[in-house]
């Protein structure tokens, strides 16, 4: 998809935003794009919120894949 989406799970994107206002951006950007067909879900979470998801693969319980950390200049 680009613009810094990562594939999580088949058809299912995500992308770390540092702020509410980033996240609104991008979420406009998406509706820019959107397919003639089909369906697009958005949902914003928190850190924290993405944080304590419990995720498995293969019945074997994995970690999170850690975002990078954001630099902000000042």
């Known amino acids: 998809m680009g613009d810094g989406f990562t594939m999580f799970q088949f058809s299912i994107y995500i992308r770390h935003c ?7 951006m991008h979420i406009e950007r998406v509706k820019k794009m959107l ?4 369906n697009v879900g958005i949902l914003c979470i928190t850190d924290k919120q ?14 999170a894949k850690r975002e ?3 630099l902000e200049l000042f």
């Open 50 to 63: 993405f944080g304590e998801m419990e995720i498995f693969s293969c019945k074997k319980q994995c970690q």
């Open 68 to 70: 990078p950390q954001q």
């Open 35 to 38: 397919p003639p067909n089909g």
């Open 18 to 24: 540092p702020s509410k206002e980033v996240a609104n």
